[in-house]
């Protein structure tokens, strides 16, 4: 319940602070917001369930993810649209959408449907801001929810998880009590 709590007080929290300020400052504001707000929220659910197998596993995604995302912004070199210099990928938006993964992954859709939500909420800021183009936003994703994924185990209940090797391909079905 207190989980539950923490998230919606997020939630609202990110709606007030997109509506109080105006136009497309105010959406790259609240998108820069949510991009503390997302990754802090993953990291208190972890502390909430008392959950260190979590936090090391999302420690892990995080590292990959941002690994990853400036890696490809420094060896690509692509320009912003406003001028700026390593438009790709975003991330922003790698970092947001592996918060979201991780707690849609970790801790069911009750968590991951908001976490979901405030994470597109980034990407958009991003290019309305004038800050990334659509390509940049979708490969910073691509790059959030994949490190998540790799990394990521269900906290409790069943979980589904596809794997391949060399000799085949298959899903594997597991529970956890």
Request: a neutral charge; aromatic letters at 14%; hydrophobic letters at 45%.
């Amino acid at each position: 319940m207190l989980q539950t709590n923490i998230v919606l007080f997020v939630m609202l929290f990110c709606l007030a602070v997109s509506v109080s300020v105006q136009a497309s400052d105010s959406i790259e504001t609240a998108g820069d917001v949510l991009l503390i707000i997302l990754p802090a929220t993953a990291a208190g659910l972890t502390v909430g369930f008392k959950d260190t197998k979590g936090a090391l596993q999302f420690g892990e995604s995080a590292a990959l993810t941002l690994g990853v995302t400036y890696g490809l912004k420094y060896a690509i070199k692509e320009e912003r649209p406003n001028g700026g210099s390593h438009s790709f990928p975003s991330a922003h938006t790698s970092i947001s959408f592996a918060s979201a993964e991780f707690m849609r992954k970790r801790y069911g859709w009750k968590y991951g449907i908001p976490a979901y939500a405030a994470a597109f909420f980034v990407a958009y800021s991003r290019v309305d801001a004038r800050q990334h183009y659509t390509h940049d936003v979708l490969a910073g994703a691509a790059i959030g929810i994949g490190s998540s994924y790799l990394f990521t185990n269900a906290y409790e209940g069943w979980n589904i998880q596809a794997e391949a090797d060399h000799k085949y391909y298959g899903v594997r079905l597991s529970h956890i009590w």
